[in-house]
């Protein structure tokens, strides 16, 4: 019967953390992508996506439809204020993102509208009229 020595390291799973802290703190801020949170979903007439998107300015937004796919593009700038004197926190992410989705056929995309409230921008994709269901009712004779 053979014995073979296994080797612990109890400090290995502290140097993964302090390698990927390392890696996140020597990133140039805003080269890490973000991606905006964003709910589908789907009513008789329409789908309809809600992506969160605070503090970002309609010019930085872009919304194209094509092939069947639904590209969502944007940027959120880091603006610094002057007068501040010194951030003891910074969470969010900044910079470019991109978010791609499926379009369905049933969907008229020279139709889809879009509005940005209150940093949610909704996107409203109209059914076609023959993909919207339809209740039709049978005389009996």
């Given at each position: 019967?053979?014995?073979?020595?296994?080797?612990?390291?109890?400090?290995?799973?502290?140097?993964?953390?302090?390698?990927?802290?390392?890696?996140?703190?020597?990133?140039?801020?805003?080269?890490?992508?973000?991606?905006?949170?964003?709910?589908?979903?789907?009513?008789?007439?329409?789908?309809?996506?809600?992506?969160?998107?605070?503090?970002?300015?309609?010019?930085?937004?872009?919304?194209?439809?094509?092939?069947?796919?639904?590209?969502?593009?944007?940027?959120?700038?880091?603006?610094?204020?002057?007068?501040a004197k010194g951030y003891h926190r910074i969470e969010r992410s900044y910079g470019e993102f991109v978010r791609?989705?499926?379009?369905?056929?049933?969907?008229?995309?020279?139709?889809?509208?879009?509005?940005?409230?209150?940093?949610?921008?909704?996107?409203?994709?109209?059914?076609?009229?023959?993909?919207?269901?339809?209740?039709?009712?049978?005389?009996?004779?």
């Open positions: 019967m053979s014995t073979t020595a296994v080797s612990v390291d109890p400090f290995q799973g502290l140097r993964f953390f302090e390698d990927a802290v390392t890696r996140l703190m020597s990133e140039p801020r805003g080269s890490r992508p973000w991606s905006p949170a964003v709910d589908i979903f789907e009513t008789e007439d329409a789908v309809t996506l809600k992506a969160d998107l605070p503090d970002v300015k309609t010019e930085d937004i872009d919304i194209r439809v094509e092939n069947g796919t639904m590209t969502l593009k944007g940027s959120r700038k880091f603006e610094r204020d002057e007068n791609s989705f499926a379009v369905p056929n049933s969907v008229e995309t020279d139709k889809v509208a879009a509005e940005y409230k209150n940093g949610v921008l909704t996107i409203t994709l109209p059914k076609k009229e023959t993909a919207k269901p339809r209740q039709v009712k049978v005389a009996i004779q």
